[in-house]
């Protein structure tokens, strides 16, 4: 050990919180050694010394850098100013680097071991120009990310659980479950404005909000739901007001929107227009791409299952696999607006939704129970399984011949090819739901850059809310509807349209138009009279 190192005797070594050994005291020698740096004059050779000062303070200057006490460091940077203005070969960025604070300071070469006193690699972990403490900062940092990524997976597991109990519950069950999501949505959304409305003291801001989205969820599914009520004659539906709100929907719907417009327009306040207004504007817009985008998934699966659970698996398997890609081969950002989501994960996550895509569409399109059509619901029992159902199965799941290209004829060696329809169809819906369907996600991830919070809510370990999780679906859900309509329904995409809005009338509703409508294709001459016989209890015509 040389007498003028950091190790020499009479030092002492404490460990600190963290295991890491510091220098209690600095050491003597050190002191004699940086006071001889800034002589001069040759040193005194009657100090008593074993060996030549001079060449052992040369090579002491050849050495490394070492991690020293705060106030040994001070009293070293001092002495290497005096060299380096004497014309010693100290170059400016060491001085730099030996007056920043000691938690900033970086150790550009292997330090000494304070317990060793020699450049052994006891601290074999900090290489590559890092300290112990970004070293282990990284440590820790993998570790977390290996947390998060355990603690989503177990969740990820959890809600897939739920959700294919509850599709095996049946159509009914998953109509409830898309409803009471919706709800949740709403109320995270409205949550994060909550806190600036409680700063700004603004009058009745849930009480407004809470009216015009119970208004919304009446208007859509109001009428739905007093029909099936009135039509299964429940005792309670034979009371007047009731009846009217079944027979006056609309109505009833446009005074609710009145009564809500008025109370917000008379909690306006000096100071805070510009605020409210835009309260008003979300809660339109969220009226807009919640409770609509909802509705239109409901009509999905009144259609059959299938048009529910094919496009939710695809968003789910893009989800998870653009998450997986990224979390161990994302490199480069994608978007500003979600800095985790990088380019690596979103092509690898189209990739796998692609191919899982056209599988799941065949194996779900060889069930009954998936393709079948339900569009009443009246023969449901919230507390049981939904019956068996049985259908004629529709053409979009049957084989059905298609002629082959006359490009592709040589490679196929044939002229037509027996292919379910659906299968096109869920390749059209994988395309969509690996590259625009994403962008639902980028939307709610500006929402969440624009109100400053990480997540909408807390509700569920390593996903957020369950805005977080549902902000592709609702997209995914509104391009399915309009896709089926267009390319997939028989009929004409505004008939296919209006036959969804019939279904959910009353028995009796249904029974008017029919007579309507007959009475006036009678009266362009496009079909005969017909007879009608409605006993009691159920409607039937002859």
């Known amino acids: 050990?040389?007498?003028?190192?950091?190790?020499?005797?009479?030092?002492?070594?404490?460990?600190?919180?963290?295991?890491?050994?510091?220098?209690?005291?600095?050491?003597?020698?050190?002191?004699?050694?940086?006071?001889?740096?800034?002589?001069?004059?040759?040193?005194?050779?009657?100090?008593?010394?074993?060996?030549?000062?001079?060449?052992?303070?040369?090579?002491?200057?050849?050495?490394?850098?070492?991690?020293?006490?705060?106030?040994?460091?001070?009293?070293?940077?001092?002495?290497?100013?005096?060299?380096?203005?004497?014309?010693?070969?100290?170059?400016?960025?060491?001085?730099?680097?030996?007056?920043?604070?000691?938690?900033?300071?970086?150790?550009?070469?292997?330090?000494?071991?304070?317990?060793?006193?020699?450049?052994?690699?006891?601290?074999?972990?900090?290489?590559?120009?890092?300290?112990?403490?970004?070293?282990?900062?990284?440590?820790?940092?993998?570790?977390?990310?290996?947390?998060?990524?355990?603690?989503?997976?177990?969740?990820?597991?959890?809600?897939?659980?739920?959700?294919?109990?509850?599709?095996?519950?049946?159509?009914?069950?998953?109509?409830?479950?898309?409803?009471?999501?919706?709800?949740?949505?709403?109320?995270?959304?409205?949550?994060?404005?909550?806190?600036?409305?409680?700063?700004?003291?603004?009058?009745?801001?849930?009480?407004?909000?809470?009216?015009?989205?119970?208004?919304?969820?009446?208007?859509?599914?109001?009428?739905?739901?007093?029909?099936?009520?009135?039509?299964?004659?429940?005792?309670?539906?034979?009371?007047?007001?009731?009846?009217?709100?079944?027979?006056?929907?609309?109505?009833?719907?446009?005074?609710?929107?009145l009564i809500g417009f008025m109370m917000f327009v008379l909690s306006l306040r000096p100071g805070c227009y510009r605020h409210q207004l835009n309260e008003f504007a979300r809660m339109l817009m969220l009226l807009l791409v919640v409770v609509a985008q909802a509705n239109f998934i409901i009509f999905n699966i009144k259609e059959g299952l299938i048009w529910f659970l094919l496009p939710a698996l695809m968003i789910i398997t893009n989800d998870i696999m653009s998450y997986c890609v990224g979390f161990f081969f994302g490199r480069t950002r994608l978007t500003a607006l979600s800095p985790k989501k990088t380019w690596e994960g979103y092509i690898g996550g189209a990739i796998f939704t692609f191919v899982a895509g056209i599988l799941l569409t065949h194996h779900l399109s060889r069930f009954e129970y998936m393709v079948c059509p339900k569009t009443d619901f009246g023969d449901c029992d919230i507390l049981r399984p939904d019956p068996p159902l049985h259908c004629s199965v529709p053409p979009t799941f049957l084989p059905q011949p298609f002629a082959v290209p006359s490009w592709a004829r040589p490679f196929l060696k044939r002229d037509v090819l027996l292919i379910k329809p659906i299968i096109i169809h869920g390749m059209v819906l994988a395309a969509f739901a690996s590259t625009l369907g994403p962008f639902g996600g980028f939307f709610a991830s500006g929402v969440k850059r624009a109100f400053r919070v990480k997540d909408f809510a807390d509700l569920i370990p390593g996903h957020g809310g369950v805005t977080d999780r549902m902000d592709c679906q609702l997209l995914m859900g509104a391009f399915t509807f309009v896709y089926r309509l267009n390319a997939v329904s028989v009929s004409a995409p505004d008939v296919g349209n209006l036959l969804a809005y019939i279904a959910d009338l009353s028995f009796q509703e249904q029974l008017e138009l029919h007579r309507a409508l007959s009475s006036m294709l009678e009266s362009r001459g496009l079909i005969r009279s017909a007879q009608w016989s409605v006993p009691s209890g159920n409607a039937s015509v002859t």
């Open 1 to 257: 050990m040389r007498s003028g190192g950091p190790d020499a005797a009479g030092m002492e070594a404490r460990r600190t919180r963290n295991g890491r050994k510091e220098l209690s005291q600095v050491p003597k020698a050190f002191v004699n050694q940086s006071l001889h740096i800034c002589s001069e004059t040759e040193p005194d050779t009657t100090s008593g010394s074993d060996t030549d000062d001079t060449a052992e303070t040369n090579e002491h200057r050849r050495q490394p850098e070492v991690e020293t006490p705060y106030s040994a460091r001070k009293l070293h940077t001092r002495t290497a100013e005096h060299a380096w203005e004497a014309g010693e070969s100290t170059p400016p960025g060491s001085l730099r680097r030996q007056a920043l604070p000691w938690e900033q300071r970086r150790v550009r070469s292997r330090p000494v071991d304070t317990a060793t006193g020699d450049g052994s690699t006891a601290l074999q972990g900090l290489r590559g120009g890092h300290s112990l403490r970004e070293v282990r900062a990284k440590s820790d940092g993998l570790l977390q990310k290996l947390r998060s990524f355990a603690v989503r997976a177990v969740f990820t597991l959890v809600m897939l659980t739920i959700f294919t109990r509850i599709v095996y519950l049946g159509h009914q069950k998953v109509a409830l479950m898309v409803f009471v999501l919706q709800a949740l949505i709403a109320k995270e959304v409205l949550s994060i404005g909550y806190l600036q409305a409680s700063k700004r003291r603004i009058p009745l801001f849930r009480t407004i909000n809470t009216w015009f989205l119970l208004s919304a969820m009446y208007f859509i599914y109001g009428k739905r739901t007093l029909s099936h009520f009135y039509d299964k004659r429940f005792a309670f539906m034979t009371k007047r007001p009731l009846v009217f709100l079944l027979m006056h929907h609309t109505f009833v719907s446009f005074w609710l929107f």
